[in-house]
T-cell receptor, first 114, second 111 residues
Framework: DVKVTQSSRYLVKRTGEKVFLECVQD?????MFWYRQDPGLGLRLIYF???????EKGDIPEGYSVSREKKERFSLILESASTNQTSMYLC?????????????FGPGTRLTVL | AQSVTQLDSHVSVSEGTPVLLRCNYS??????LFWYVQHPNKGLQLLLK??????LVKGINGFEAEFKKSETSFHLTKPSAHMSDAAEYFC?????????FGSGTRLQVQP
């Protein structure tokens, strides 16, 4: 079974702090994704990566950056957290490089920025 | 560009009655379409996937969906709802490199 793990289930940070969200997958998947989930908006893609050190912006990349130094690990960075970044953050991975591949999701990190 | 519209934000059914969750999509080419389910405090799980083979797709837990190109729809159905089906359901369309999610439909199942 594919396993996608996220470093924290719940996180509380203060405005202006630098925040790191970590995601690890154990199935040698090529693609990894970061989404945020907000009520009534579904999931929105922040960034994705199709290879080590490669990244592409999703639909809402402003205020975020990412890092993928190793194939199994994909980090989301909030350079200076703001209250409008309070949300549920979901990481996903998929095997190949086409969007038809099934994405496997982690349990999510609920981030609150005060 | 692609988009997906879930026509109902909330659906309430009685246990044992049919379920219909509606989804319309738009895409500039032949897309792949998915339904994902999210149970409370759990991660998203793939329910079923359409990738240009049979237009009627069967998924897990008795769910199925029919791809109708002429109507640009991909509605999710189940003949008989179970209490354990209560969850949020997302219709998803594939793009060139990534997926686009609908806003979700919360399914309530009344005893």
């Amino acid at each position: 079974d594919v396993k996608v793990t996220q470093s924290s289930r719940y996180l509380v940070k203060r405005t202006g702090e630098k925040v790191f969200l970590e995601c690890v997958q154990d199935m040698d998947h090529e693609n990894m994704f970061w989404y945020r989930q907000d009520p009534g908006l579904g999931l929105r893609l922040i960034y994705f990566s199709y290879d080590v050190k490669m990244k592409e912006k999703g639909d809402i990349p402003e205020g975020y950056s990412v890092s993928r130094e190793k194939k199994e690990r994909f980090s989301l960075i909030l350079e200076s957290a703001s209250t409008n970044q309070t949300s549920m953050y979901l990481c996903a991975s998929s095997l190949g490089q086409t969007s038809t591949d099934t994405q496997y999701f982690g349990p999510g990190t609920r981030l609150t920025v005060l | 560009a692609q988009s997906v519209t879930q026509l109902d934000s909330h659906v309430s059914v009685s246990e044992g009655t049919p379920v219909l969750l509606r989804c319309n999509y738009s895409s500039s080419y032949s897309p792949s379409l998915f339904w994902y389910v999210q149970h409370p405090n759990k991660g998203l799980q793939l329910l079923l996937k359409y990738t240009s083979a049979a237009t009627l797709v069967k998924g897990i837990n008795g769910f199925e969906a029919e791809f109708k190109k002429s109507e640009t729809s991909f509605h999710l159905t189940k003949p008989s709802a179970h209490m354990s089906d209560a969850a949020e359901y997302f219709c998803v369309v594939s793009g060139r490199r990534a997926l686009t999610f609908g806003s979700g439909t919360r399914l309530q199942v009344q005893p």
